[in-house]
């Protein structure tokens, strides 16, 4: 501080709107919390016995291993689709086009089913000569696309349209100068992209990748229609047969709610990291971002008192 | 210079128009080798576009250029054209160093691994080779010690020495200049001069976009004012800084000087 120079000594702008609302915030809350302690018919014993059963945590398993490979898949492709939609050749760039009309222009729902149900179209696939000709490698369509496989292709082949996407707008964020410098120093165009313009494009494209991370946890229930044993339809198994419907939605609900938590941490971080060097902002966490406003109006009010 | 000498650039009657926009009207010019040509011209004039031709960073729409005797852009055989394939285009490309107005540097790589980057991946020099020329290259701009900086804890115009070091990296044959001076701080003008200035009398053929009137009066071999896509004159600076023939050249200078 510089010699002779006071602290401001002012009195905060007050708020009364902001205990206004939080009064009424708080009313609701309390309301809701007291129906559910009394008056819902909801069995928190058969909650707690569920959390860490044995079929829910195996489902919770698969649920992580849905969302950890299809997530890999759609990056993968998403990043392929966006370098062949900027291709120059018009046959490369029309077949990205393709894909992504097709894969994000149907529901995710449709494409799991659609997999699931392959083998009644095509009871036979295999790897060989096209158009009937010898094959290398076949089988029947219901031993090569379990359900396993048919839920990582519907998420996974629908996630990569969506990364596309993310990645294209990733890679039209870096600046112009940047694909000439590398042009004029020789590079190709495959060199470019691979060391000049996909690394600067990350800081743009790790913010929405971790959003999509966080919802395919939550899409892989959809997974649950083609009785592929995940965290929702190992719930639905046990309320089938002991009728708890709700509390084992609550238990899955529980475990969704967890893992997006940890998936949100993680995700700050990250953005956190690609963030540095580009910006003297650093995002606050939402966590953080309601602390810090909750407090902020009380502490110069108690520095001044000190 | 011998007087058969092959010109480093030729252009004949170069056109270039974007959508219905005339931006080359026709410009005829000869950079012989370790000529300085300095461009000179009100914005807008195409000479930026003009050199962005050279090395094919544009593509011309008429006319012909060529770069030590060869089809820039295009292969002659018989009295047919034929397109080069990008990776032909590439390799020409690596044989010409270009420098920009905002430098484009790599802002992830170091200095020194913007200088290595094109000789390792381009012309396929080992890394510790490579890495010691840089050494070298940043030595010669002045700027050895800084080597393991990040473009952005460099100024403007240490960044753009940077970028002439990578450029030189490649042992180009003919230097571009595109406006080099004009993104940086006053003070900082000085240094990336001295630099090209010591480039200049080592024989290095450039062809420089510039509004540095001093550098091309005292660096420059031939001096072109281009305005409205033509070229309007031609000379030796001193002659066309002193004795301007044309109005519009007369217009221009009274403005800057």
């Known amino acids: 501080m510089t010699h002779g120079s006071e602290p401001v000594k002012a009195v905060p702008v007050r708020h009364p709107w902001r205990w206004v609302t939080a009064a009424l915030v708080a009313v609701f809350a309390a309301n809701a919390l007291w129906s559910l302690a009394t008056e819902a018919r909801l069995d928190w014993d058969v909650v707690g016995e569920y959390l860490f059963s044995e079929q829910i945590v195996d489902g919770l398993m698969v649920t992580l291993m849905l969302t950890a490979v299809a997530m890999l898949m759609g990056i993968v492709l998403g990043v392929v689709l966006a370098v062949m939609w900027l291709s120059p050749n018009p046959l490369v760039s029309g077949a990205s086009w393709f894909y992504i009309w097709l894969f994000r222009g149907t529901p995710v729902l449709v494409q799991l089913l659609f997999w699931f149900f392959l083998a009644s179209i095509y009871p036979h696939v295999s790897i060989g000569i096209p158009f009937g000709g010898p094959e290398l490698v076949g089988g029947s369509s219901k031993d090569l696309i379990p359900p396993i496989v048919a839920a990582i292709f519907g998420l996974g082949f629908n996630e990569g349209a969506y990364m596309a996407e993310i990645v294209r707008a990733g890679i039209g964020s870096v600046d112009e100068g940047q694909e000439e410098a590398a042009k004029a120093l020789g590079l190709s165009r495959m060199q470019t992209m691979r060391r000049i313009v996909l690394p600067q494009a990350m800081r743009v494209i790790v913010p929405p990748t971790g959003n999509e991370t966080i919802s395919m946890l939550k899409t892989s229930s959809l997974v649950s229609v083609i009785a592929y044993a995940e965290l929702l339809y190992s719930a639905q198994l046990i309320y089938a047969r002991n009728y708890k419907t709700i509390e084992l939605l609550v238990v899955a609900s529980i475990w969704y709610l967890a893992f997006t938590t940890v998936l949100t941490v993680g995700q700050y971080y990250l953005e956190r990291y690609f963030a540095r060097g580009s910006s003297r902002y650093v995002p606050p966490s939402r966590i953080e971002y309601v602390f810090r406003n909750l407090f902020r109006h009380r502490r110069p009010a108690s520095e001044g008192e000190a | ?257």
Request: a negative charge; glycine letters at 10%.
């Open chain 2, 1 to 257: 210079m011998s007087a058969v000498a092959t010109p480093m650039v030729e252009a004949r009657g170069v056109l270039k128009h974007y959508g219905r926009s005339q931006v080359l009207k026709g410009i005829d010019l000869e950079v012989l080798p370790g000529e300085v040509m300095c461009l000179l011209g009100p914005s807008g004039s195409g000479k930026s576009t003009f050199l962005r031709c050279i090395n094919h960073l544009e593509r011309i729409d008429g006319g012909e250029l060529w770069v030590d005797g060869e089809l820039v852009g295009y292969r002659q055989h018989g009295d047919k054209l034929y397109e080069l394939k990008e990776s032909e285009i590439a390799r020409k490309r690596a044989e010409i160093g270009m420098v920009f107005q905002r430098f484009n540097l790599f802002p992830h790589m170091t200095a020194i691994d913007n200088v290595a980057l094109a000789p390792t991946r381009v012309k396929g020099v080992q890394r510790e080779q490579a890495l010691v020329e840089a050494r070298e290259m940043l030595a010669r701009v002045g700027l050895a010690e800084r080597a393991g900086a990040y473009p952005a804890q460099l100024s403007g115009g240490q960044q753009q020495r940077v970028a002439i070091a990578r450029a030189l990296a490649m042992h180009p044959k003919l230097m571009l200049f595109d406006e080099p001076t004009s993104a940086l701080d006053p003070e900082l003008v000085g240094d990336v001069l001295e630099v090209m200035r010591r480039l200049a009398a080592d024989g290095m053929t450039m062809v420089v976009v510039t509004h540095e009137i001093g550098f091309a009066r005292e660096a420059g071999d031939s001096l072109v004012f281009m305005d409205d896509g033509v070229v309007v004159e031609y000379g030796p600076p001193r002659e066309v800084l002193e004795n301007p023939r044309q109005e519009r050249t007369k217009a221009f200078l009274s403005r800057v000087l």
